[in-house]
Nanobody, 124 residues
Framework: QVQLVESGGGLVQAGGSLRLSCAAS????????MGWFRQAPGKEREFVAA????????YYADSVKGRFTISRDNAKNTVYLQMNSLKPEDTAVYYC?????????????????WGQGTQVTVSS
């Protein structure tokens, strides 16, 4: 079992930045690939970014590539999502998720554990 708690969401103006954190507890954090997903009102949950257990492999959705950076600190059991140049269309609830695998995946159905989500609102 892994428990995930996101933090760092909030209200920001377009062009601004936020850094989300996801603190994990439970089984060995470094054994998990981690992902960030988001869900806007009336829309399906979508992939944002993923990082391998080692941190050496990262994937990004095209919509955030070049603006968002995923990273992890296995010593602190934490994964981060640095979000720059935010746009109103980035407004959503952001979720972190854990996948007990050496493969880094982008499909939400592959992730076993989820946090409760943190709201990000970008005003125009």
């Amino acid at each position: 079992q892994v428990q995930l708690v996101e933090s760092g969401g909030g209200l920001v103006q377009a062009g601004g930045s936020l850094r989300l954190s996801c603190a994990a507890s439970g089984r060995t954090f470094s054994s998990y690939a981690m992902g960030w997903f988001r869900q806007a009102p009336g829309k399906e949950r979508e992939f944002v970014a993923a990082i391998s257990w080692s941190g050496l492999i990262t994937y990004y959705a095209d919509s955030v590539k070049g603006r968002f950076t995923i990273s992890r600190d296995n010593a602190k059991n934490t994964v981060y999502l640095q979000m720059n140049s935010l746009k109103p269309e980035d407004t959503a609830v952001y979720y972190c998720a854990a996948d007990y695998t050496t493969i880094t995946r982008t499909n939400s159905r592959d992730y076993e554990y989820w946090g409760q989500g943190t709201q990000v609102t970008v005003s125009s």
